[in-house]
């Protein structure tokens, strides 16, 4: 478990290729981790980053907070932006700064 206003890139890259499971919902979507990307510097330490997962293709989330869980992290809420639809679905995209 951590504090996503510490949290930095490298904590995330041992999620990536796991599930998150959007608990806010209704019924819970399940994401996969797809990329971890550092963006250069931020006003964290280690700079600032950005995740981007993969969602289902018969459903889109809308741009606001969600409550995401993960074994690994705990239960957080992130603001996820959909930023691209492709053939296996949508893709969503968070920005730590």
Same mark, same amino acid.
């Given at each position: 478990?951590?504090?996503?206003?510490?949290?930095?890139?490298?904590?995330?890259?041992?999620?990536?290729?796991?599930?998150? /499971? /959007?608990?806010?919902?209704?019924?819970? /979507?399940?994401?996969?981790?797809?990329?971890?990307?550092?963006?250069?510097?931020?006003?964290?330490?280690?700079?600032?980053?950005?995740?981007?997962?993969?969602?289902?293709?018969?459903?889109?989330?809308?741009?606001?907070?969600? /409550?995401?869980?993960?074994?690994?992290?705990?239960?957080?809420?992130?603001?996820?932006?959909?930023?691209?639809?492709?053939?296996?679905?949508?893709?969503?995209?968070?920005?730590?700064?």
């Amino acid at each position: 478990m951590f504090d996503l206003k510490d949290v930095t890139a490298e904590q995330f890259l041992e999620f990536q290729e796991q599930e998150f /499971v /959007v608990k806010s919902a209704e019924p819970p /979507v399940l994401l996969k981790l797809v990329e971890v990307k550092k963006l250069g510097s931020g006003e964290r330490d280690g700079g600032a980053f950005s995740l981007l997962w993969q969602g289902p293709a018969d459903r889109m989330l809308a741009q606001e907070i969600h /409550v995401l869980s993960h074994p690994g992290i705990g239960e957080h809420e992130l603001f996820l932006v959909p930023v691209a639809q492709q053939e296996a679905g949508f893709q969503y995209e968070a920005i730590f700064t």
